[in-house]
């Protein structure tokens, strides 16, 4: 994690925590593209079930989606910085908690999807 420092404004602290949040995100989700293919993997070689294929095939779009939305994002996190007002601020924040709620629906989705892997695998 960073280090804060006296000289911060509130401002800038959330932007570099916030920044730092999405750092994380898009490196799960890198990690979770990856795992997919894994998954992928898994399946052709012991099961070949097609439509746990073609749902794969579609987290893995679900993913790039994602992983996209999140680098276009990134960018709008300094305009926060430029917020004269609460309201402003509100709005930033509202924002960041909407991504960070698109990412935590997109954990769960990805979660239910590799516990059905699983339990085809242990057939």
């Not at 989606?65 to 990134?74: I, M």
């Amino acid at each position: 994690m960073t280090q804060f420092f006296n000289h911060e404004s509130e401002g800038e602290i959330t932007n570099i925590k916030d920044t730092f949040e999405l750092k994380n995100w898009t490196n799960h989700l890198d990690y979770i593209k990856k795992e997919i293919e894994y998954l992928e993997a898994l399946i052709k070689k012991h099961s070949n079930d097609t439509d746990l294929l073609k749902a794969i095939d579609e987290q893995q779009q679900k993913n790039s989606e994602e992983l996209s939305t999140l680098y276009n994002y990134a960018p709008t996190i300094a305009e926060s910085q430029e917020c004269d007002d609460v309201d402003c601020d509100i709005f930033y924040l509202n924002k960041h908690e909407e991504y960070r709620n698109r990412y935590i629906q997109y954990l769960e989705d990805y979660r239910k999807l590799k516990t059905k892997v699983y339990e085809a695998l242990l057939k």
